[in-house]
């Protein structure tokens, strides 16, 4: 079974599906920082949304933002920011799952213990899918919201962010790899 998924993988890892999704990806996360992030944040722009914590956030911080925000801002979070946040883990997982499979395939690692890596952008996309369901169900129950929900939604925050975190860090490593072996090949 998981060769068959590693097989899969890298059938799929071409250039051209990787830089698709890459642009694809990075036009919804731009839509979101520019757009549909500002435009629920008018309704409290001292306060950070609960998706943009990197390190969590507790019962007071939601509270107080949910407050802020008010019913229209709890609605534009609801309505606006989390249906196109229901989209970004998705090609986020994908694409980047991809795109390091694509540089492991390019410097013969992908056959090696490296391929781990390519799960990591799932494990932040299932992350960020828990913690958006998590949010949707604080902002339907406002103003009664369990202690339990909170710390369930701060952990899978923060599960996001480590794994975004450590993918990117090892990214890097990976194409710097890939750039020595890409110079070395030419000189």
Do not use: W
Not at 23 to 36: E, G
């Amino acid at each position: 079974m998981a060769t068959n998924i590693k097989h899969f993988i890298a059938s799929k890892a071409t250039g051209k599906i990787v830089l698709l999704l890459f642009l694809i990806t990075n036009c919804v996360y731009a839509y979101m920082l520019l757009v549909s992030i500002p435009k629920t944040l008018e309704f409290a722009p001292d306060l950070k949304l609960m998706d943009m914590m990197p390190l969590g956030y507790d019962s007071e911080h939601v509270n107080t933002l949910f407050n802020a925000l008010g019913a229209e801002g709890r609605m534009t979070y609801l309505y606006h920011q989390l249906p196109v946040d229901f989209i970004y883990p998705l090609l986020f997982g994908i694409g980047y799952c991809l795109t390091m499979a694509y540089f492991l395939l390019k410097i013969d690692k992908y056959n090696s213990i490296l391929f781990t890596l390519c799960l990591l952008p799932l494990l932040a996309g299932f992350a960020d899918y828990c913690e958006n369901i998590s949010i949707i169900s604080m902002l339907n129950n406002y103003p009664s919201i369990s202690q339990n929900l909170v710390s369930t939604s701060s952990f899978f925050s923060l599960v996001k962010s480590m794994s975004t975190s450590i993918y990117f860090v090892a990214l890097l490593l990976v194409l710097a790899i890939f750039a020595v072996k890409k110079i070395k090949r030419t000189a």
